[in-house]
């Protein structure tokens, strides 16, 4: 029998490290994934807060197939005008003064901690290497950033935690402020953690980090890889609550599908990056930058961010509706915007599976959780349309717990 993408078993010869879902898919368009044998199925989960602007964005494909039959890379020792002008924009719309592209989210972690570290070092004070991150967080998977999150999955068996790593509680302020000391270089964390389960922070937690650090001569590094870029309807989660960071990472939607990754900082947190000390051969490179720039432009517009917050309020109205009608499946409905956390009483990947035989794709997420993470374009049609999906899938669940329980 002839082999395919779509067989039920995966590939001999793909590196172990994903659980995968029997199921591929051919094209996309919009919030839809065809299959081959063109099964539609409605995409909540955006590859991960990735596709952004939905499959097949024309304004995108026509970025990519413009720059492509134009110039793709050249390197970073020369000038890059669409790097210039995707710093521009994203400077100009943030509390930013300077960008480092990169290919990836982990890479933009590297280069924010690299950037911390350096700042403190320019001033006379090499000591201070300390990163404080917090449980539940996630911030890729280098060996720098799977120590950042520290979380103990993804830690075993890499060897011991390299020196300049400070794990502190989510939430705990009062711990948080013990943890700083004349060692420490940064506090490292996500406005709203995505895969941790859809934690946010309040507003009043970031304004009194941020004033911890302006008092420890701290830097604040905010990871918005998942976060950022609109999808929780401003176009950094951290605006929400005016506690603007001296550092800060992107990636994900930046792209909406092709990989981009940048370290945002101000001039004075960059001081230390200097010529020779950091680089990639192919972060900012023109195809990449054309992407980029063609993907924000429409990330910025406040119409679009407008929609996100009507989307948002409508699925989790929705939501929380089936949380009290499904009360032994559904437990809590959290997280911000279009970053939403569904806590369950049945195991979140089983449920994963309810909603794929719903034809609806969702995330799965720390803490029990599965994560609607769709495309920022959804409308409220198609929203209408998921949360009927996930109605179903509450119901195979409830009718799969009842079942395992002896009346
Ligand atoms: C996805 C993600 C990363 C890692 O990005 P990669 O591109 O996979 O390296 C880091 N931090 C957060 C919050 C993420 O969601």
């Known amino acids: 029998m002839a082999e395919t993408t779509t067989a ?56 990519v197939k413009d720059q492509a039959e134009k110039l793709w890379h050249t390197s970073n020792i020369f000038r890059i005008p669409q790097q210039e002008k995707l710093a521009k924009l994203l400077t100009d719309n943030t509390f930013a003064d300077v960008c480092f592209f990169t290919n990836s989210g982990a890479e933009a972690i590297e280069c924010a901690i690299k950037t911390a570290r350096k ?36 830690v075993e068996g890499f060897g011991p935690p390299p020196p300049g790593f400070v794990g502190a509680k989510f939430g705990d302020l009062e711990g948080l402020k013990e943890l700083v000391g004349p060692t420490t270089a940064a506090i490292l964390l996500e406005p709203v953690q995505g895969e941790g389960g859809a934690r946010s922070w309040t507003e009043a937690e970031l304004k009194a980090i941020r004033q911890l650090c302006d008092e420890t001569g701290t830097l604040l590094i905010y990871d918005e890889i998942q976060c950022g870029l609109g999808r929780t309807g ?18 994900k939607a930046l792209g909406g599908g092709f990989p981009v990754g940048a370290c945002l900082a101000t001039a004075e947190a960059a001081r230390g990056m200097t010529p020779g000390s950091h680089g990639s051969t192919y972060g900012g490179n023109p195809l990449a930058m054309a992407v ?116």
């Open 119 to 154: 700042y403190h070092w320019s001033k006379g004070q090499p000591e201070r290497i300390d990163i404080i991150g917090f449980d539940g967080s996630f911030h890729g998977r280098t060996i720098a950033a799977i120590f950042a999150a520290n979380n103990p999955s993804y």
């Open 8 to 63: 039920p078993v995966p590939s001999d010869h793909i590196m172990g490290v994903y659980a995968r879902a029997p199921l591929a898919f051919e094209r996309g368009d919009g919030v839809r994934l065809y299959t081959a044998d063109g099964e539609e199925y409605l995409d909540c989960m955006a590859g991960i807060a990735v596709t952004a602007l939905g499959h097949n964005h024309p304004k995108l494909v026509a970025a």
């Open 292 to 407: 980029g720039v063609a993907s924000v432009e429409e990330l910025v517009k406040p119409e679009l961010l407008a929609h996100v917050r009507e989307v948002a309020g409508y699925l989790n109205q929705q939501l929380t509706g089936l949380k009290e009608r499904f009360p032994d499946v559904v437990l809590d409905i959290r997280g911000k915007g279009l970053l939403i956390g569904v806590k369950l009483a049945t195991p979140n990947r089983e449920f994963m599976q309810h909603a794929r035989d719903q034809h609806l794709l969702i995330a799965g997420g720390g803490d029990n959780c599965v994560r609607l993470l769709p495309p920022l374009v959804l409308s409220l049609e198609e929203a209408r349309e998921a949360i009927q999906r996930m109605e179903r899938a509450c119901e195979a669940a409830q009718a799969k717990a009842r079942a395992a329980v002896p009346a």
């Open 234 to 251: 401003k176009l950094f989660a951290h605006e929400w609550a005016d506690a603007p960071p001296d550092i800060m990472a992107v990636a």
